[in-house]
C-alpha cells in the first residue's frame, strides 16, 4: 500500500518559475526523502530530512517536513526544462528502528518544465 | 565509481515462464533492495538482502523469491509469470546496514508478460 500520498498529482509550469510538490504519509518515521525520476529510468536520491529537522536545503531544492501534520514539501526553485520528471517521496515508516531497506513511496507528482 | 548495475534491461516473456534479473550494487554496499513499480500499484517494495540474508520482505506472492551472493551481487526470480508481473523491477544498494537512508537504484529491468 501507498504510504504517501502527493499533491499534485501533475504540475506544469515555464521555466524560471517555482514548482512546489506536497506529500503526506500516515505513519511514524525515521526519515523522508525525495526522489527523481526521468522516464522509464531509476530513481536517483535528491535530499533526506530527518523526523527531527524541519527544514532542509540542497541547491535548489528546499525541503520541509511537518511531523505533527505527517507532511512535506519539495520546492524547487528557477526550474529549468531539465528538471522535467517524476518526483516521489518516501519514508521509512518505522520510529527509532530501522525499515531493513523498505522505503514506502507515494504516487508521484510528474513535472513537466516548459523553455 | 560505477552506480548500480541491473541486467538484462528488457525482456519479454510469456505466462507460465520463469525469471532471473541481476542486480551488481555499489562496491561496498552490501545492502540490496528491489522494488516493483507498475502504472497501477506505483512502486512496491519486495525484499531486502544484506550479507547474503534476507532481512525483510514486501507483500508478494511467494513466486517471487531473491538472493544474495557473498560479492552482494543479488538476483531475483520470478516463477510461473503472470500478465500483471510486467512491471519496471528496480534493483537498489546501500551502504548503511542500520538505517535505511539514501537508496542507489539501478536503471531497471523492464519485464513484459505476454
Known amino acids: 500500500s501507498q504510504q504517501g500520498e502527493e499533491d499534485p498529482q501533475a504540475l506544469s509550469i515555464q521555466e524560471g518559475e517555482n514548482a512546489t510538490m506536497n506529500c503526506s504519509y500516515k505513519?511514524?518515521?525515521?526519515?523522508l526523502q525525495w526522489y527523481r525520476q526521468n522516464s522509464g529510468r531509476g530513481l536517483v536520491h535528491l535530499i533526506l530530512i530527518r523526523s527531527n529537522e524541519r527544514e532542509k536545503h540542497s541547491g535548489r531544492l528546499r525541503v520541509t517536513l511537518d511531523t505533527s501534520k505527517k507532511s512535506s514539501s519539495l520546492l524547487i526553485t528557477a526550474s529549468r526544462a531539465a528538471d522535467t520528471a517524476s518526483y516521489f517521496c518516501a519514508t521509512d515508516g518505522v520510529a527509532g528502528g530501522t525499515s531493513y531497506g523498505k522505503l514506502t513511496f507515494g504516487q508521484g507528482t510528474i513535472l513537466t518544465v516548459h523553455p | 565509481k560505477a552506480g548500480v548495475t541491473q541486467t538484462p534491461r528488457y525482456l519479454i516473456k510469456t505466462r507460465g515462464q520463469q525469471v532471473t534479473l541481476s542486480c551488481s550494487p555499489i562496491?561496498?554496499?552490501?545492502?540490496v533492495s528491489w522494488y516493483q513499480q507498475t502504472p497501477g500499484q506505483g512502486l512496491q517494495f519486495l525484499f531486502e538482502?544484506?550479507?547474503?540474508?534476507?532481512?525483510n520482505k514486501g507483500n508478494f506472492p511467494g513466486r517471487f523469491s531473491g538472493r544474495q551472493f557473498s560479492n552482494s551481487r543479488s538476483e531475483m526470480n520470478v516463477s510461473t509469470l503472470e500478465l500483471g508481473d510486467s512491471a519496471l523491477y528496480l534493483c537498489?544498494?546501500?551502504?548503511?546496514?542500520?538505517?535505511?537512508?539514501?537508496?542507489?537504484f539501478g536503471e531497471g529491468s523492464r519485464l513484459t508478460v505476454l
Open positions: 537498489a544498494s546501500s551502504f548503511v546496514a542500520a538505517d535505511t537512508g539514501e537508496l542507489f
Open positions: 538482502y544484506f550479507s547474503e540474508t534476507q532481512r
Open positions: 505513519t511514524s518515521i525515521n526519515n
Open positions: 562496491s561496498g554496499h552490501r545492502s
